[in-house]
């Protein structure tokens, strides 16, 4: 009588994998969460910066005073200085202000630096 060794995994080394894999996921999650959150900020600030650019090119061509808030069309447009109004990747909404003053967006996280 010829007796097999089966090949393969035995439950308590399977189980223990997917331990490890689960605790893995653990510590990754948390830190993908804030990378994440981090990105839509740092993405925010980019378009609020390119945003009031836009402002002081307007203000510059057109001879505005600083206290002069354009409009969406005075800057976003096919012809415009942006193509497109952006959207805060984190789902708020900007605010243009004056010339002097910086655009803002409306999600508490994305202060104004």
Known sequence: ???Y???GFTLVEIMIVVAIIGLLAAIAIPGLKTSIEKAR???CAVNRKNI???KVQWAAEHRRALSDVPADADLFGASA???HKPDC???GAYT?????E????NVPKHVSN
Request: charged content about 20%; some cysteine.
């Open 81 to 83: 200085y942006i193509e």
């Open 41 to 43: 900020a740092q993405a």
């Open 96 to 100: 243009l202000n004056a010339v002097e």
């Open 5 to 7: 060794k089966a090949a």
């Open 1 to 3: 009588m010829k007796h």
């Open 89 to 91: 990747p984190a789902g």
């Open 52 to 54: 009031d650019g836009a």
């Open 102 to 105: 910086k655009c803002t967006c």
